[in-house]
């Protein structure tokens, strides 16, 4: 089973990538956004949680989270392995993940950052903010704060992993067959 981690500041080409790695690995792709847009809009237990937590401006604790992703990781028992998009932070939400696939009787395979600089990114996000109608795509302050926001939030994640030997560093910058090349060798040295 391979599960990876894909990390990557915004506009570093994660969502590609990870869709182009679901394919050829025929890994099951979990994004915490799009389970708690789930979880949420069909009401379920976790997503009422969740709701009563953000309704209140609050962060929603990493027990919701993990009880979403284990929702998620039992409904494909079947599955060649999972890519974990935004997720996990912190180190305790790293703890709790690696905790949950040990049950499973599987771990965390390795974790790929996309590294690409700075102005690369924030060249990246106003082209694309163009067509995507967001307005912290339009903005450089903002964009340069979610780079910011994520080199904190990340660094210690990715450092966790590499005292395991399990973290790299992918170049971001090419064409998109070309880091998805890269990722793919690197993957391909995990087994």
């Not at 949420?40 to 237990?45: D, E, F, G, K, L």
């Not at 953000?54 to 392995?81: C, F, Q, Y």
């Not at 082209?127 to 912290?136: E, K, M, N, T, V």
């Amino acid at each position: 089973m391979i599960n990876l981690i894909l990390f990557g500041p915004p506009g570093s080409g994660k969502g590609t990538q990870a869709a182009k790695l679901v394919e050829q690995f025929q890994l099951i792709h979990i994004s915490t956004g799009d389970l708690f847009r789930y979880e949420m809009s069909h009401n379920t237990p976790l997503g009422e949680q969740a709701k009563a937590y953000m309704a209140k401006g609050e962060l929603v604790p990493d027990s919701v989270t993990i009880g979403m992703l284990r929702n998620k990781v039992e409904s494909h028992p079947d599955a060649a392995g999972f890519i974990f998009d935004g997720f996990p932070r912190t180190i305790p939400q790293a703890q709790a993940l690696d905790e949950l696939l040990e049950e499973k009787g599987t771990r965390v395979t390795g974790l790929f950052a996309l590294h690409v600089d700075d102005e690369e990114i924030v060249q990246r996000i106003k082209l694309r903010g163009l067509s995507s109608g967001r307005a912290d795509d339009n903005n450089e302050s903002i964009i340069r704060n979610r780079i910011n926001v994520y080199k904190n939030e990340t660094s210690p994640v990715f450092d966790y992993y590499a005292e395991q030997g399990k973290s790299q560093s992918i170049n971001g910058i090419g064409e998109i067959e070309e880091i998805f090349e890269r990722l793919s060798e690197a993957i391909a040295q995990l087994h």
